[in-house]
């Protein structure tokens, strides 16, 4: 069963900490996704990652960061958490085909 | 123009109803489109792909793709109530398999 893993299911940060959100995929699959939903926004794309080391900027990358040095692990970087950074976050991964398959999500909230 | 449309509902149906989903789409997005469905607290799963203009179906769900119209849509027939959930439209955009999505439209299905 093909699985895409999310490091937390909930996590709480204070305002100017430094987070991490990892994610880990076992399908051997070349590309990344992180994306945040918000209601009555969908899903916007934040970064994406096409190989190892590799990054692209999404349509909202600002105050986010990100990292891949490992093909099966892509970790979000939240430098400086702020409020307006609440939000539930998605990963997901697509390997030869456009079929996406996504974590469970972390739902952040920053106080 | 948004990427990727959608009518963000709610769409309420009785029982045993056809339900209709509808999407639009920009320029910007090519020639994969996919239907997900995301319940309350959970991450999106994938329902339909379609490829190529004209009707695919698979059991209670039909996905409708219209090139010259840029409109996709998704049927389901014999509505159940654990159909309720958020369905949400996503088309291919560039390289790397990266999907664009719209921003969801909550169904409700009621006995």
């Known amino acids: 069963d093909v699985k895409v893993t999310q490091s937390s299911r909930y996590l709480v940060k204070r305002t100017g900490e430094k987070v991490f959100l990892e994610c880990v995929q076992d399908m051997d699959h070349e590309n990344m996704f992180w994306y945040r939903q918000d209601p009555g926004l969908g899903l916007r794309l934040i970064y994406f990652?096409?190989?190892?080391?590799?990054?692209e900027k999404g349509d909202i990358p600002e105050g986010y960061s990100v990292s891949r040095e490992k093909k099966e692990r892509f970790s979000l970087i939240l430098e400086s958490a702020s409020t307006n950074q609440t939000s539930m976050y998605l990963c997901a991964s697509t390997g030869d085909s456009t079929e996406a398959f996504f974590g469970q999500g972390t739902r952040l909230t920053v106080v | 123009q948004k990427e990727v449309e959608q009518n963000s509902g709610p769409l309420s149906v009785p029982e045993g109803a056809i339900a209709s989903l509808n999407c639009t789409y920009s320029d910007r997005v090519s020639q994969s489109f996919f239907w997900y469905r995301q319940y309350s607290g959970k991450s999106p799963e994938l329902i339909m792909s379609i490829y190529s203009n004209g009707d695919k179906e698979d059991g209670r769900f039909t996905a409708q793709l219209n090139k010259a119209s840029q409109y996709v849509s998704l049927l389901i027939r014999d509505s159940q109530p654990s159909d309720s959930a958020t369905y949400l439209c996503?088309?291919?955009?560039?390289?790397?398999?990266?999907?664009?999505f719209g921003a969801g439209t909550r169904l409700a299905v009621h006995p």
């Open positions: 990652s096409y190989d190892v080391k590799m990054k």
């Open positions: 996503a088309g291919g955009s560039g390289g790397y398999n990266k999907l664009i």
